[in-house]
């Protein structure tokens, strides 16, 4: 495997169930992070880690919780989502050891809460 | 705060056809500049980027040049392909910063 990968792809889910969105960069950063990107709105950066420790929250609601167990692997634990919470996450990665902060995507998981 | 301002869509243009797609920011650093580019289905893949004022950015035959004097970087391809179908993103990150600034998109279809 290369690059960003995230599983699952696609994700149907209720609004009472629990559910992991898993990704996995092979790039060797230091940095990931996980966007949302719905209908007709820029994205928005939810998350940032560095190095494991998270730098940022962009006052993301507690039914979304993070975890970094190591600089190569994020989750993104959901519970009691709502509907409005459909939408494509996608995660990202990036060098952040002075080379330059470009950031890689992975290719999405598009979640449907019913 | 700082912002991306991108050309609304759709775009509709046809094969060979000259493409532009304009892009200008807010900031207030001194931003790196990015094109994305998100075909059907798919994340977004880095296009191309510049660092710092007039530098020019280019892969697959796109190009965008860094314009601090009128804050733009807009994207150009001199002959567009059905495959070049794709939502067209233009972003910022301000030095030091990881937030990347994204505009809203630009939805380019291109017909045979």
């Known amino acids: 495997e290369t690059g960003v990968t995230q599983t699952p792809r696609h994700l149907v889910m209720g609004m009472t169930n629990k559910k992991s969105l898993k990704c996995e960069q092979h790039?060797?950063?230091?940095?990931m992070y996980w966007y949302k990107q719905s209908a007709k709105k820029p994205l928005e950066l939810m998350f940032v880690?560095?190095?494991?420790?998270?730098?940022e929250n962009n006052s993301v609601p507690s039914r979304f919780s993070p975890e970094c167990p190591n600089s190569s692997h994020l989750f993104l634990h959901l519970h009691t989502l709502q509907p409005e919470d459909s939408a494509l996450y996608l995660c990202a990665s990036s060098p952040q050891d002075g080379t330059g902060e470009t950031q890689y995507f992975g290719p999405g998981t598009r979640l449907l809460v019913l | 705060g700082d912002s991306v301002t991108q050309m609304e869509g759709p775009v509709t243009l046809s094969e060979e056809a000259f493409l532009t797609i304009n892009c200008t920011y807010t900031a207030t650093g001194y931003p790196s500049l990015f094109w994305y580019v998100q075909y059907p289905g798919e994340g977004l893949q880095l296009l191309l980027k510049?660092?710092?004022?007039?530098d020019k950015g280019s892969n697959k035959g796109f190009e965008a040049t860094y314009r601090k004097e009128t804050t733009s970087f807009h994207l150009e391809k001199g002959s567009v392909q059905v495959s070049d179908s794709a939502v067209y993103f233009c972003a910022l990150s301000v030095q030091g910063a990881q937030k990347l600034v994204f505009g809203q998109g630009t939805r380019l279809t291109i017909n045979p």
């Open positions: 880690y560095n190095f494991k420790e998270q730098t």
């Open positions: 790039l060797g950063h230091n940095a």
């Open positions: 510049a660092t710092k004022a007039d």
